[in-house]
C-alpha cells in the first residue's frame, strides 16, 4: 500500500475538499483521515470500500498505482476496469470537446489516459450536445460507409460497457487495433466479448475479448465531408465545421423553443 496515503489525499485535494469536509462525507473522524495520508495508519476494509465508492474508483487502482500526476478527479469503468480518465472543462466548469487529429490517432491508445496528452489537444465546445463527456474522432477507410475516410464522428464517452444498445454504432478504442468505429453486439454474456460490425459489408464482423476495451464512445454525430478529399482536411476546417455547426443548432434551438 505505498501508494495509498498519497492517493488518498492526492484526490481529495483535486476534488477541492478539506479534511473536515471529507471526514463528514465518510462518516469519520478527521483525525482517522489525517493518520491515513500521513500513513500513520492503514485503513481497513470497511473503509477502502466506502473509500472506492466515494471517488469512483477501484481498491486495487487505488493501492497499487501512483496517482499524484493526476490533475482532475474524474475516473472512468471499463469492464471491471478503472482507470484515470482527463476530462478537460472551461473556466465555467463546462465539458470541452477534444479533438483527436488524424495524423495523432495513431498515438491515442497511448495516450488516451494522459491527463498532459488530452490538454495538448485542440478543444472545442458545442452547445447542442446532449448532457455527457464527447470527444472528435477522426474516421479511417471506406468499412462504415456512407461515413466517408477523414471525417469525424463526435461520440458521447459510455461508462457501462453493459449498457451497450445492440445495433448502435460506437467508436471502441482496443488494446490491439486502436480506434475503430463499428456497430457493436453485446456478447459479453454468451461469449465475454463484444461483436464488431461493418456498415460495409465487404468487411467481415469480428470479435473483441471485453478485456481488449479501454474505451467506448456511442455516436451522437457525424461531421461528413463529402465534398473534399481526405488531404484536404485540416483540423483547423474541422474545428471550424463543428463549431458553425454548434451555432446553426444552437439557433435553430431558440426559434423553435
Known amino acids: 500500500m505505498i501508494y495509498l496515503a498519497n492517493n488518498i489525499k492526492h484526490i481529495r485535494i483535486l476534488k477541492g475538499l478539506t479534511q473536515e469536509q471529507f471526514a463528514e462525507d465518510l462518516k469519520v473522524s478527521r483525525s482517522r483521515i489525517s493518520s491515513y495520508e500521513e500513513n ?22 487505488l493501492i497499487k498505482n501512483n496517482l499524484s500526476s493526476a490533475t482532475d478527479p474524474s475516473f472512468i469503468e471499463i469492464g471491471n476496469k478503472r482507470l484515470l480518465f482527463p476530462i478537460t472543462v472551461d473556466g465555467a466548469n463546462e465539458d470541452l470537446i477534444e479533438i483527436i487529429p488524424v495524423e495523432a490517432s495513431a498515438g491515442y491508445l497511448r495516450g488516451y489516459s494522459d491527463p498532459e496528452y488530452i490538454e495538448h489537444l485542440n478543444k472545442i465546445k458545442l452547445p447542442f450536445l446532449p448532457t455527457g463527456t464527447h470527444r472528435a474522432f477522426p474516421i479511417k ?10 471525417s469525424y464522428i463526435v461520440a458521447r464517452f459510455i461508462e457501462e460497457v453493459s449498457s451497450i444498445k445492440d445495433g448502435r454504432t460506437y467508436i471502441v478504442l482496443t488494446l490491439n487495433d486502436g480506434i475503430v468505429y463499428k456497430r457493436v453486439f453485446n456478447k459479453i454474456e454468451e461469449h465475454g466479448m463484444l461483436l464488431m460490425v461493418s456498415d460495409n459489408k465487404k468487411y467481415d464482423p469480428y470479435y473483441v475479448p471485453i478485456d481488449e476495451v479501454l474505451e467506448l464512445w456511442e455516436f451522437t454525430c457525424s461531421i461528413n465531408t463529402q465534398e473534399y478529399e481526405e488531404h484536404e482536411l485540416k483540423l483547423s476546417s474541422i474545428a471550424s465545421m463543428l463549431t458553425q455547426l454548434g451555432v446553426e443548432l444552437k439557433e435553430l434551438e431558440k426559434i423553435y423553443k
Open 40 to 61: 500513520r495508519a492503514v485503513p481497513p476494509i470497511d473503509f477502502l470500500v466506502d473509500l472506492s465508492e466515494y471517488f469512483k474508483i477501484s481498491i486495487d487502482i
Open 141 to 150: 477507410g471506406d468499412s462504415m460507409l456512407p461515413v466517408k475516410s477523414g
